[in-house]
């Protein structure tokens, strides 16, 4: 099998496993909305969240892959034992850093909360419940980030479907809990304490989400034996020295965070706006960019550590070229369908149409910057793969003072959607900071990627989703989003093969 068939049957494996993952998540987040409303009490639930989210992401999940999966590849290269040694001294720093982080989480809540959403400290009522939610899903961190260290270790062994799948415990758990009160249990519970209990429930979705990981682990031949840490614990050194690069890798939930501090003076109900915008324009990112980062990531780590540059750029290429003929569609068909999907998918229950609208706002600006998030995610992923850490690093911090610069200008003028206008002009900005430092670091020429027929053919596609939305608009925004959402993907690709770009292969797996 070719590397590019290869890549492809990996891609679609973790986009189905994304696919699912993200499905549910959108069901989570309607449901959620719905009950509770978009406004105060909502706003409360993910300023708390995001908090926790900043931790998660920058310990563990995708960062923890980017950091973790270099330094095993070289560990496999000095044999067995040296290999199981590296799993076990690093599961025992990740679990006692987690535990540690978590309690320090819960301690010092109020002043973490304070930090996140300075805007709540004219209001104690909301400064307290933020708090209190920030508290309970602070233990999470500890089962998520054990359940990222297998799901690097296993995409280190090419095992990627159920690594991707297993997250989806976190919106099952939530949905249950919904559906529990919807049903008339927990009646006797207002609704600020129904919240907390879904806030812990959540937490403890972490916990089966890494049991479900452990007997693949085990069947790779890693065990969860701990190392004592006044005696061995050699992951350390080079776990902490590669530190700054998960801050980095979860430069998009501290762009977001930056947002949610901003958000946090603006009218109730715009960090609900925010956050349901992020998870929108997430979907294409999860399912395809992260997909070709964590897919690409142990073979490029592996052809760095065997100094192959050749076989490097012939691993990256794919990688840069399938996250671009995505984003760049999705880019377009969100902004110009933005406000039927947010209608169709939120506006329910107690959710407004005057919020489905802040919504949509912010998502158009934010959906702009997709095909540099998209970029951003590979790029970062690959310079890590080559142990080339100083670069990301300052790539991604001029991108966050960038939009911390932005966001204060931006948010007089428009709003909750200038903030995410912030967010999509510094991450262009980072995108081609990246794009000079690939061609520096490994040679790889940006002109290998397909740029002026997938334009057209997303132009294409942008066009027949606004036809549709103007056409199908008395029918309603459900039909709108049902209609307009397939019928342009299917625009998208058959533009793709009339204009003979045969990378499209990289994502339709050669079956269109």
Known sequence: MTEKATFSRGMTGLAGAGLITKVLGYARDALLVAFFGGGALADAYYAAFRLMNVFRRTVGE????????????????????????????SWTLIFLGSVLLAAAGMLFRRELVTLAAWGFKGDPGQLDLTALLAAAFMPHLVFVNAAALFTATLNSARRFFL????????????????????????????????????????????????LALL?????????????????????????????????????????????TLYASFLEPGSITAIYNSARLVQFPVSLFAAAAATLSLPELAARSAAGDAEGFRRRLKPAL????LIMLPAALGIAVTALPVCRALFEHGKFLPEQSLVTARALFWLALGLPAYGLNKVAASALYAMRRQKAPMLVICGQLALNAALC????RAMGAGGLMLATSLSSWAAALAFLFVLRREAGFSPRSIPLFRPALAAAACALAALALREALAPAGPLAVTVTAVPAAVAVYFTALKVLKVEERNLVTGGRF
């Open 62 to 89: 995708g960062a923890l892959n980017a950091v973790f999966i270099p330094l095993l590849e070289k560990e496999k290269t000095r044999g067995r034992d040296a290999e199981r040694g590296f799993f076990s001294s």
């Open 163 to 210: 690594p991707a799948l297993a997250p989806a415990a976190f919106s099952v758990s939530v949905i249950a809990v919904l559906a529990a009160f919807h049903s008339g249990l927990g009646g006797w519970l207002e609704p600020r304490g129904k919240m907390i209990l879904v806030a812990a429930v959540a937490s403890a979705s972490g916990l089966p989400q890494a």
């Open 215 to 259: 007997p693949l682990l085990r069947r790779e031949g890693y065990g969860l034996s701990f190392t004592n840490p006044f005696r061995d614990l050699k992951a350390a050194p080079a776990l902490l020295a590669a530190a700054p690069a998960a801050l980095t890798l979860a430069q998009d939930q501290v762009s977001l965070l930056i947002n």
């Open 321 to 324: 070229t399938a996250s671009w």
């Open 408 to 411: 204060l200008p931006l948010m």
